[in-house]
């Protein structure tokens, strides 16, 4: 059988000054799965995300990526796992760091290895996944918010990542950049944890949602299901969106 | 209701000089001349090369100042950079200047008087000295920035082997000044929208408080960045452009300028 992208199990952390932030997340994602991360304010979801790449150790419990084990103290491994884990961090001028559009997007290949053409052809086809080809030699800063969005997803997609993880991807857009970021991340071969507070986008995107609160995860269902189950919701300080529905 | 559109439209007069918000490339001008199109690292050793020689020649040997600011005068005039722009921007040694002109009225030694002022021939040509001097090189400095992206002088202190720690934090703070300052204007906004202006000693207090505030957002923002870069395998070194040859021809036509100032200096030498 196909190993899952991800697999967390029974992961537990506390932050240095004690304050416990995960009790105990266990979470199968499946090749090619688009999941929504739910959950409100404080519940753990960055935490949650900055264990993905090892980031964050792992105090207790395990983290597989396609398999492999997530371990902080392994150097090398680390450097396959987050070129495995591409996070899309929520402010893109925190993302985007280099002089240009190209160069940023140049960046995680080259820490992999890639060098001249092969270089040349990856970031090229990452910008065209999102659109952005012509603003290739452009500074980040003279792009608007949703561009630089854009922008900083492809940074992540030319690392050919096996999970794509967003934070909070639509927030800050315009409706319009809000569907053209649907439309590319729909149009995308590759296993998606979006964690995100929009219930419409999580619906219109993802056909399964987990919910994360007080550092557990207390709902993993069809979306659907989740997002009509009113007391779920309630119970977690989650809401829809007034006058919309779904049937 | 749907209405009915009438756009005014404001002309360009009316916007008045446009200002470029860009920071980190307020200096450059754009043009097309021979001194735009070296390489900066080419340009960079040419400007160090000629200040060395100004820097090495006496100013009792004044003939061959007047020889150095020519020389000047006709860089600028190959890169199109308007002398005025460049008269503008070099008042900015007036701090240094002020320093020097008060050399000739201390100091020890052999003494003379223009009129009722005693002067000391010592200060006075250790004056004239940094006046000299620090122009020219104030100069070159405009020349090689008004003619060299920010970026393209990083570049090129890259390829001349500057250490890659200075490179990475002049370059990430070229790409994050004007975030930063765009943080700033936007806090500076939002004190003015609740009857904010800093008009005397009396709000440095306030003014203190927000630098602090723009100092640790600066900072955790540093520490977002450094995530960022770590998620994407980053383990000391940036990506840096390919090294490519630079023909001979073109180093030539660069090191022209600190040549002549040179062939100059030991002509002097030799004509003495």
């Not at chain 1, 304050?19 to 499946?30: K, P």
């Not at chain 2, 008045?16 to 960079?44: A, F, M, N, Q, T």
């Not at chain 2, 503008?88 to 223009?114: C, D, H, K, N, Y």
């Not at chain 2, 004056?127 to 970026?151: D, E, F, P, W, Y």
Request: charge should be neutral; charged fraction near 20%; hydrophobic fraction near 45%.
């Amino acid at each position: 059988m196909l190993e899952p992208s991800l697999k967390i199990e029974e992961l537990a952390f506390a932050y240095p000054d004690g304050n416990q932030a995960l009790f105990g997340v266990n979470l199968v994602i499946n090749k090619g799965e688009r999941v929504a991360l739910l959950g409100p304010n404080g519940a753990g979801k960055t935490t949650l995300v900055m264990h993905l790449n090892g980031i964050h150790e792992t105090t207790h419990g395990k983290i597989f990526v396609s398999g492999q084990l997530v371990d902080a103290q392994d150097k090398e491994g680390l450097k396959k796992i987050r070129s495995q884990v591409g996070i899309v961090f929520q402010d893109p001028d925190d993302q985007l760091f280099m002089p240009t559009v190209g160069e940023d997007v140049a960046f995680g290949p080259y820490n992999m290895g890639l060098r001249g053409a092969e270089l040349e052809k990856v970031v090229t086809k990452a910008l065209a996944l999102v659109g952005m080809s012509e603003y290739k030699d452009r500074p980040p800063h003279h792009l608007s918010f949703g561009q630089r969005r854009r922008v900083a997803v492809a940074t992540v997609l030319a690392m050919k990542p096996e999970i794509l993880v967003l934070d909070e991807p639509s927030s800050n857009l315009d409706p319009a950049s809000r569907r053209e970021l649907a439309d590319i991340l729909r149009s995308l071969d590759v296993t998606v944890v979006m964690v995100t507070h929009d219930m419409p986008y999580a619906y219109e995107l993802c056909e399964r949602a987990v919910i994360l609160s007080q550092g557990i995860i207390v709902a993993d269902d069809k979306t659907k299901n989740v997002l009509t189950n009113e007391k779920l919701l309630k119970d977690n300080r989650l809401e829809l969106p007034v006058g919309f529905s779904i049937n | 209701m749907v209405r009915n559109i009438n756009k005014i439209e404001i002309s360009h007069t009316e916007l008045g000089h446009h200002h470029g918000h860009d920071v980190g490339e307020r200096l450059y001008l754009h043009r097309h001349s021979i001194v735009h199109s070296l390489p900066p690292h080419v340009k960079i050793v040419a400007a160090f090369m000629f200040l060395f020689v100004v820097i090495s020649t006496s100013i009792t040997q004044w003939q061959l100042f007047i020889f150095y600011f020519s020389l000047i005068l006709l860089t600028l005039t190959v890169a199109k950079i308007p002398i005025k722009l460049a008269a503008t921007r070099s008042l900015i040694e007036i701090p240094f200047v002020l320093f020097a002109v008060l050399m000739p009225f201390f100091g020890t030694g052999e003494q003379f008087s223009i009129g009722p002022v005693d002067l000391y021939r010592a200060g006075l040509l250790a004056g004239l000295s940094i006046v000299g001097k620090g122009t020219i090189g104030v100069l070159i400095a405009i020349i090689l920035s008004t003619s060299t992206t920010a970026r393209e002088i990083l570049r090129g202190l890259e390829k001349l082997k500057l250490p890659q720690l200075m490179v990475q934090i002049a370059s990430f703070m070229l790409r994050y000044v004007n975030v930063v300052t765009d943080e700033m204007e936007r806090m500076r906004v939002a004190r003015a929208s609740r009857g904010f202006e800093a008009t005397g000693i009396k709000h440095w207090k306030i003014l203190a408080t927000a630098a602090a505030a723009l100092f640790i957002r600066s900072y955790e923002r540093g520490e977002r960045v450094h995530l960022a870069m770590l998620s994407r395998g980053y383990d000391g070194v940036l990506p840096h452009e390919e090294v490519t040859k630079v023909s001979v021809k073109i180093w030539i036509k660069a090191l022209t300028l600190p040549f002549l100032a040179l062939l100059a200096h030991l002509l002097m030498i030799v004509w003495k």
